[in-house]
């Protein structure tokens, strides 16, 4: 019984109501725009295109993952070449030369592109073939090398950003939900349904707020981030539209209840 009584939109008059529904509009669609913000700014943190889950834990952890060349040859990959070899294309990847010294001319047979051609394109080529080849990994061109010869160093943005950033966001997100949540209270629809609702996304915020700086120490918090954060705009989306559908449609008769 509860339920039904109270305060209702519906009692107010259509214009109101109309100009209430637009403002909800205005806020669901600059939603979606903070959405694809989001993605345009995280996308290329790493390589990879598109936003990823690397991009994300890039941005509030950082993300260090060790060139996978180096990481080969120094774990004694392949048996075959010379250790001056070896130890000739580690101080060319360990220094800051990498892209210079690839097929300097002066360095002769010691130049890196010199060593790989005969060291490593017998199985490392596009078309290399045979038991031990490794065509996955092609090493033939520079773009080949360039992709792999780099350590991979995301910076989190600083603690003067985030805290910026947080002091923006976390009170007018939370604000956003408290208007939307009343609003919706006023509406012909559940109050239970409704409140459930809000009270997930509001712990979806919360958890994505803290996430903010949990992430800082634990990099899997980043997915608490992402789902805490996914909570809160699916309830936004959830408790706008209710309104918006309550605003426009002709008001209920209360007795009808
Ligand atoms: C005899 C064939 C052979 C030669 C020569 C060879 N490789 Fe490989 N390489 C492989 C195979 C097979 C794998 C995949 C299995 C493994 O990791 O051992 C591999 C894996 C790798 C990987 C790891 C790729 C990944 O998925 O992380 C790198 C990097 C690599 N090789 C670099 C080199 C370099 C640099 C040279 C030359 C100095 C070289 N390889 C010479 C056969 C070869």
Redesign the pocket.
């Known amino acids: 019984m509860s339920d039904s009584t109270g305060f209702r939109l519906g009692g107010l008059p259509y214009c109101f109501r109309l100009g209430i529904a637009l403002s909800v509009l205005t806020l669901l669609g600059g939603y979606v725009v903070s959405g694809l913000h989001l993605q345009w700014h995280y996308d290329n943190r790493d390589e990879s295109p598109g936003l990823t889950m690397n991009d994300i834990v890039g941005a509030y952890h950082g993300v260090q993952s060790p060139s996978?060349?180096i990481?080969?040859?120094e774990s004694g990959?392949?048996e075959?070449?010379e250790d001056y070899?070896?130890s000739a294309?580690l101080d060319w990847l360990k220094g800051d030369r990498v892209s210079q010294d690839y097929d300097n001319l002066d360095l002769g047979d010691e130049a890196p592109s010199e060593?790989?051609a005969v060291?490593?394109?017998?199985?490392?080529t596009r078309s290399a073939s045979g038991p031990?080849?490794?065509p996955?990994?092609p090493?033939e061109y520079w773009d080949d090398i360039q992709k792999?010869a780099v350590s991979k160093d995301i910076q989190p943005a600083g603690t003067e950003i985030v805290a910026t950033s947080q002091h923006a966001h976390a009170p007018t997100m939370a604000v956003i939900m408290i208007v939307l949540g009343l609003l919706g209270m006023m509406t012909r629809f559940s109050r239970r349904v409704l409140g459930f609702v809000v009270f997930v996304s509001a712990l979806g915020l919360l958890v994505d707020m803290a996430g903010w700086w949990i992430t800082r120490e634990y990099a899997g918090f980043a997915y608490a981030i992402v789902v805490g954060g996914g909570l809160y705009a699916a309830g936004t989306v959830i408790v706008g539209l209710a309104v918006m559908v309550d605003c426009v449609l002709p008001a209920k008769k209360l007795t009808a209840d």
Do not use: G, K, Q
């Not at 060291?119 to 490392?124: N, V």
């Open positions: 996978p060349l990481e080969a040859l990959h392949p075959t070449i070899e070896r294309l060593i790989i060291s490593c394109l017998d199985c490392h031990d080849a490794y996955e990994v090493l792999i």
